[in-house]
């Protein structure tokens, strides 16, 4: 079974910052596959945040997190991290890891359709 943990949430003030890291199962950190962040905050529906492409770190956002999130990877920890400054209080969601797109850059996406595996999350609370 592929596993995703997710680490790295908490509480934290308006214009702060966390650090989220998801460690991915080998059978899913491949050369064409892509992952990424998503969140659901309550009463919403899950959004695309993040996606970075394992082969050339090619990176997708949504435009909300854009300027202040930084999705990233480590090939030699399978690690895959999103570096989240100047947090807002919108921002507070139960964030999961996803992985299990394929197809490199021709399929790369934020669309929740194209994930196949998530985490359990970890939720991100953020005080004004």
């Known amino acids: 079974q592929v596993q995703l943990v997710e680490s790295g949430g908490g509480s934290v003030q308006t214009g702060g910052s966390l650090t989220l890291s998801c460690v991915v199962d080998?059978?899913?950190?491949?050369?064409?596959?892509?992952i990424a962040w998503f969140r659901q905050a309550p009463g919403k529906e899950r959004e695309g945040v993040a996606a970075i492409l394992i082969a050339d770190r090619a990176t997708l956002y949504a435009d909300s997190v854009k300027g202040r999130f930084t999705i990233s990877r480590d090939n030699a920890k399978r690690t895959v991290d999103l570096q989240m400054d100047s947090l807002k209080p919108d921002d507070t969601a139960m964030y999961y890891c996803?992985?299990?797109?394929?197809?490199?850059?021709?399929?790369?996406?934020?669309?929740?359709?194209?994930?196949?595996?998530w985490g359990q999350g970890t939720q991100v609370t953020v005080s004004s």
């Open positions: 080998i059978d899913v950190y491949l050369f064409d596959n892509y």
């Open positions: 996803a992985a299990g797109g394929t197809g490199g850059r021709l399929y790369f996406s934020l669309m929740q359709s194209a994930y196949k595996y």
